[in-house]
């Protein structure tokens, strides 16, 4: 398949992905009177069956055992497990709760997260615009606080648990599919426990709600799927730097939802909140752009060098010489021969 190929198939995958992702909010209104706690564990408890079938299809066994072999990454994916449940059981909160614009603002405050936990984990050293994004981002989350009267806690922990869950994963380096079907079979047993209890206490939706209720929290597994599966296919076939930018499709879908379906108020505090985070957001947007072209002229020019010098040096005695006078800087002088 050529590279432009890989390119378009990436973003249909890459919009698949994120679009579901934006879309989900529609999902969990339907299941909000089931209540928060109840559609997350089914959501659990059913990741785990559709993972087995997506396993099955794709023939891919061979992992399971090179992970039990290695329980350090079994302990980092049991935390990734624990933090993605968290974020997964504020979101389907805030949606039953009508709070989709604050949720969506902590999908969009996410990469500035990230970047501080760069800082304080990694000891990464920031360019001078990613610092004056990080800024702009803290005076967004004192614009909002003022305008809530509190801290938007809310768009914090999902950010905060979002970014986490996204440092653990390059710590495991599974795949898409992998991944997520080792974080559902710690998820399985402690939501199935949960589940039961409801039901033992007659408080279960799932018997109680009718059985349209019933198919849609079975088929929450899948819908968790489906879009981890497409992000996969858009991660292989595209560069990081694009994947960053999509990355905001499904915060600006929610957006949309929270203000035009949902119709949740937008005073001008929280519209100026937004907007300080849109900016530092186009910021680290260019910033990265323009950084991941210079890296690439950089990269074409060191080639160019190196095919001059390996031209020269292949040329004989006289080009041999002609090759030392006109030698990169970056070549050495280990093999002069004077």
Partial sequence: MSSSSDTRSGLVYGFAAYGLWGLLPLYWHLLAP???AE????RMVWS?????LVLAAMRRWSWIRELVRRPRTLGIVALAAIVISANWGMFIWAVSEEKLLEASLGYFINPLVSIAFGIVLLRERLRPAQWVAVGIGAAAVAVLTVGYGEVPWLSIALAFTFATYGLLKKRVKLEGVESFSAEAAVQFLPALGFLVFLASRGDAGFTTDGPGNAVLLALSGAATAAPLIFFGSAAVRLPLSTIGLLQYTAPAFMFVLGLLVFHEPMPAERLTGFLLVWAALALLSWDAFRNARRGRRALRE?????AAYEAGHSAGP????AAHAERPAWAGGADRRD
């Fill in 302 to 306: 060191a080639a160019r060098n190196a």
């Fill in 39 to 42: 559609v997350l564990a089914h």
């Fill in 318 to 321: 006289t080009g041999t010489a």
């Fill in 34 to 36: 089931t209540g928060a």
């Fill in 48 to 52: 785990l069956p559709t993972a087995v």
